[in-house]
């Protein structure tokens, strides 16, 4: 599957940004969606994660309670609400794909990514 994330920007502190991944395909419902997000001079990490269905979703403890992850699998689109971002949430923000049959959190079990969208938080 190939994928294309869109969305990011410049936005001051407390603002709201939404990411879009769209996948390719016709097998974008068997898919595992995660978002995970990698700042200059760090490691990638884990942001958040949704079943193929939309029922079970996972985010990471530093996201909590601001962003929500979303699928509409009939659009083929998987989606990363922001609220409330701080400028630690400043990063490139990629999406990745797996056929998993468990909620993932590690990079290594997505097998498809995104080309990354940057996301800048000013304060």
């Known amino acids: 599957v190939q994928l294309q994330a869109s969305g990011g920007g410049l936005v001051q502190a407390g603002g709201s940004l939404r990411l879009s991944c769209v996948a390719s395909?016709?097998?974008?419902?068997?898919?595992?969606m995660g978002w995970f997000r990698q700042a200059p001079g760090k490691e990638r990490e884990f942001v958040a994660v949704?079943?193929?269905?939309?029922?079970?979703?996972f985010v990471a403890d530093s996201v909590k309670g601001r962003f929500t992850i979303s699928r509409d699998n009939a659009k083929n689109t998987a989606n990363l609400q922001m609220n409330s971002l701080r400028p630690e949430d400043t990063a490139v923000y990629y999406c990745a794909a797996a056929q998993v049959s468990f909620i993932p959190t590690k990079a290594k079990s997505f097998h498809s990514w995104g080309q990354g969208t940057q996301v800048t938080v000013s304060s």
């Open positions: 395909g016709r097998t974008f419902s068997s898919y595992v």
């Open positions: 949704i079943n193929w269905s939309g029922s079970n979703t």
